[in-house]
């Protein structure tokens, strides 16, 4: 019977200490809620990642770049934060994943009332620091990001991830000449090409000048180049409406009105951003404005996204990056993890 009794008292043991085990590799973990916040009649779907601990805990929302962007490709820079001490939104860009609403037809100033609507979420979830909270863009989020520091006190800090520095049509002109110049050499046709995109931002900026256009575009068709001029699309076609939004929108002025601690950093390889121009012009437009605290890093080998090539694990985001971005954030939440 003591013998039994022994072994029952062994095996509880084990349970208890297995179980203590578990809540504290729990209390240890972050968590997730699954979450939805209101913009007028659009709803936005996200993901609020939680650090361990009850908190407050300083936060960030991520601001997509352009097209089709979900939640989904930011749940690394989630997991990493995360464990880091700060709570990070992700969410749904509206008209993807469980998002409604449209991205085809909102201009920059719908999107950014899309993260001011999440901004506030955050400011009123127990668990958030409320006068932490900042915001991460990339790309054409880059551009959301510090325009919604420009109109909201509670934006404590942002983060600009290979922000242009110009109008999106400079910028796409740069990205089609580096996109041609990986296919042909030629002087010639890198102006042949380029007027071609010229002539399809005209027609888009004014809606007139189409057959000059679609004559130019034929007339290039079979050069070995031409694929990097896009589709062709119908001068009906939606893009059409939503590139006229946006092609002309200079970030630059709005910069000036950012008051607040800003970290932009930009990949040294970037295809999309020409990321001199664009740093210089980010650069004077702070120095003018008086804003004092801004940090700028340029990553050497890595791309658009901040992602350099690994031989074990292919391309991910730059691990100096991530380090640089925890740390920044800590530092200006006056938070030690």
Request: overall charge neutral; aromatic content about 10%; proline content about 5%.
């Amino acid at each position: 019977m003591r013998t039994g009794r022994k072994i029952a008292f062994i095996a509880l043991a084990i349970i208890l200490i297995a179980s203590a085990i578990v809540l504290a590799r729990w209390m240890r973990a972050p968590r997730q809620e699954e979450v939805r916040f209101q913009n007028a009649d659009v709803t936005l779907a996200g993901t609020l990642c939680l650090p361990p601990g009850t908190g407050p805990f300083p936060a960030v929302i991520f601001i997509h770049g352009s097209g089709d962007d979900s939640r989904e490709n930011y749940r690394y820079y989630a997991g990493f934060l995360s464990k880091k001490g700060i709570a990070i939104l992700i969410y749904d860009k509206r008209g993807v994943g469980a998002s409604n609403g449209s991205w085809k037809s909102s201009p920059f100033s719908v999107l950014a009332d899309d993260a001011l609507a999440g901004i506030n979420f955050l400011k009123n979830h127990p668990a958030i620091d409320a006068k932490h909270i900042g915001a991460w863009g990339g790309s054409e989020g880059g551009v959301v990001a510090p325009w919604i520091a420009s109109l909201s006190s509670d934006v404590a800090f942002v983060i600009m991830q290979s922000a242009p520095g110009m109008t999106f049509a400079q910028q796409n002109l740069y990205q089609n000449e580096r996109q041609i110049r990986t296919i042909t050499q030629s002087e010639e046709e890198v102006a042949q090409a380029l007027m071609v995109v010229k002539l399809q931002q005209n027609y888009a900026r004014t809606g007139t000048g189409w057959q000059a256009y679609a004559d130019a575009r034929q007339a290039v068709r079979e050069k070995a180049w031409a694929s990097a001029l896009g589709d062709f699309l119908p001068p009906d076609h939606w893009w059409w409406r939503w590139y006229r939004t946006k092609m002309d929108y200079d970030p630059i002025p709005m910069l000036e009105n950012v008051r607040v601690p800003v970290l932009a950093v930009w990949g040294e390889n970037d295809l999309i951003v020409p990321v001199s121009e664009s740093r210089i012009a980010v650069e004077q437009a702070f120095t003018r404005s008086g804003n004092r605290d801004v940090t700028y890093h340029v990553f050497a080998e890595a791309d658009h996204s901040i992602q350099t090539e690994s031989w074990l694990h292919g391309r991910r985001p730059d691990p100096a990056h991530l380090d640089i971005l925890a740390e920044w954030i800590l530092r200006h939440t006056k938070t030690t993890r």
